[in-house]
């Protein structure tokens, strides 16, 4: 007899209300269930952010084009506040069926953990799916400042001992943990000025009420542009494509010196391997897109695609490698 007619006779031969659960559940699941092709309804992207700004215009762009290749509809669903806390709370909630991911970042999986306590564990309670790409940050200086160079940065730094002030995005974000990180190679001190964000600490540096900073490299794009800070290196192993006068740390000197604002997705834990491998190698045909990448390239970010297992491994190297930083700078804030 067809499932469809065992679940009728079912139902006609049992008084309602009195069809045993397990007998339903038992017909309702096997083989034919089983058969129901990921996804088969709208897919929940979070971001951990308000709308507007390039995070949002990231998730926005690439979840349009992974909409149309997987035949199905995104709905972003910005989630502002906390540092991303919110954000990941309702993501690990969430039922671990591929239906609701988030749009994890460097804060999130990165230097939140590593600088204070949070109500969630970016390892265990996560699924990783996979890198989407990242963008460098760039050391700044004021324009006024009288160096061309990082090697007259540094020289300027010794002879000037405690006359610098840096700006940075907030304690312990991403802009505060760069700087501090080239502090503790360069063996020099400067004052840390927090901000509520990247914009009031770019008014001041450009102002000269600061004098130094470690942005991101699309946020600093505008300003360099426009000649009010000057670029002396960036992060990351290779020259950024966009800016490749700009020369790195590490072939400055700085062997290994490695920040970079990325981003990825993740899901709650438990995401069913199948469906994990579906996403992610969908998600790898989409950052191959050349229109995509093109936007992108807007926001300074080079596509990047990891297998969810090396995403995984790359997680917890960030969480690793920037909680020894906040030990080593006594850098611990409240949760």
């Given at each position: 007899?067809?499932?469809?007619?065992l679940?009728?006779?079912?139902?006609?031969?049992?008084?309602?209300?009195l069809v045993?659960?397990?007998l339903?559940?038992?017909?309702?699941?096997?083989?034919?269930?089983?058969?129901?092709?990921?996804?088969?309804?709208?897919?929940?992207?979070i971001?951990?952010?308000?709308?507007g700004?390039?995070?949002?215009?990231?998730?926005?762009?690439?979840?349009?084009?992974w909409?149309q290749?997987l035949?199905?509809?995104?709905?972003?669903d910005?989630?502002?506040?906390?540092?991303?806390?919110?954000?990941?709370?309702?993501?690990?909630?969430?039922?671990?069926?591929?239906?609701?991911?988030?749009q994890g970042?460097?804060?999130?999986?990165g230097?939140?953990?590593?600088?204070?306590k949070?109500?969630?564990?970016?390892?265990?309670?996560f699924?990783a799916?996979?890198?989407?790409?990242?963008?460098?940050n760039?050391?700044?200086?004021?324009?006024?400042?009288?160096?061309?160079?990082?090697?007259?940065?540094?020289d300027?730094?010794?002879k000037?001992?405690g006359?610098?002030s840096?700006?940075?995005a907030g304690?312990?974000s991403?802009?505060h943990?760069?700087?501090?990180l080239?502090?503790?190679?360069?063996?020099?001190?400067m004052?840390?000025?927090?901000?509520?964000g990247?914009a009031?600490a770019?008014?001041d540096?450009?102002?000269?009420q600061?004098?130094?900073?470690?942005?991101?490299?699309a946020a600093?794009?505008?300003?360099?542009?426009?000649?009010?800070?000057?670029?002396l290196a960036v992060?990351?192993?290779?020259?950024?494509?966009?800016?490749?006068?700009?020369?790195?740390?590490?072939e400055?000197?700085f062997?290994?010196?490695?920040?970079?604002?990325?981003?990825?997705?993740?899901?709650?834990?438990?995401?069913?391997?199948?469906?994990?491998?579906?996403l992610n190698?969908?998600?790898a045909v989409?950052?191959?897109?050349p229109?995509?990448?093109?936007k992108?390239?807007?926001?300074?970010?080079?596509?990047?695609?990891m297998?969810?297992?090396?995403?995984?491994?790359?997680i917890?190297?960030?969480?690793?490698?920037?909680t020894?930083l906040?030990?080593?700078?006594?850098i611990?804030?409240?949760?």
């Open positions: 007899m067809k499932r469809r007619s679940m009728q006779a079912a139902a006609g031969l049992v008084p309602s209300g045993p659960a397990g339903i559940t038992s017909l309702c699941s096997g083989p034919v269930a089983a058969q129901t092709a990921f996804p088969n309804k709208p897919i929940r992207y971001v951990p952010v308000a709308a700004g390039g995070s949002d215009m990231l998730g926005r762009t690439l979840t349009e084009r909409g290749l035949k199905q509809t995104f709905v972003v910005n989630q502002g506040g906390g540092g991303g806390v919110i954000a990941c709370q309702n993501t690990i909630r969430a039922a671990p069926d591929g239906y609701t991911l988030m970042y460097v804060a999130t999986h230097t939140s953990p590593a600088t204070r949070l109500p969630y564990d970016a390892i265990k309670d699924t799916i996979g890198m989407i790409g990242a963008t460098p760039v050391l700044v200086v004021n324009s006024s400042l009288p160096v061309k160079n990082l090697k007259e940065f540094l300027y730094l010794k000037n001992p006359k610098v840096y700006g940075s304690q312990g991403l802009t943990l760069t700087m501090e080239f502090k503790q190679q360069v063996n020099s001190f004052v840390h000025i927090p901000y509520r990247i009031p770019f008014s540096l450009i102002s000269g600061t004098q130094a900073m470690f942005p991101g490299l600093a794009i505008p300003h360099i542009k426009s000649g009010r800070v000057r670029p992060t990351g192993m290779q020259r950024h494509p966009q800016y490749k006068d700009i020369p790195t740390l590490d400055s000197g062997k290994g010196f490695d920040a970079q604002q990325w981003y990825g997705v993740v899901g709650p834990a438990g995401i069913p391997a199948p469906i994990v491998k579906q190698e969908t998600l989409v950052l191959k897109n229109e995509l990448r093109e992108l390239s807007v926001e300074a970010i080079e596509p990047q695609t297998t969810p297992e090396q995403f995984t491994a790359f917890k190297g960030e969480i690793v490698r920037w020894a906040a030990k080593a700078r006594n611990e804030l409240e949760s």
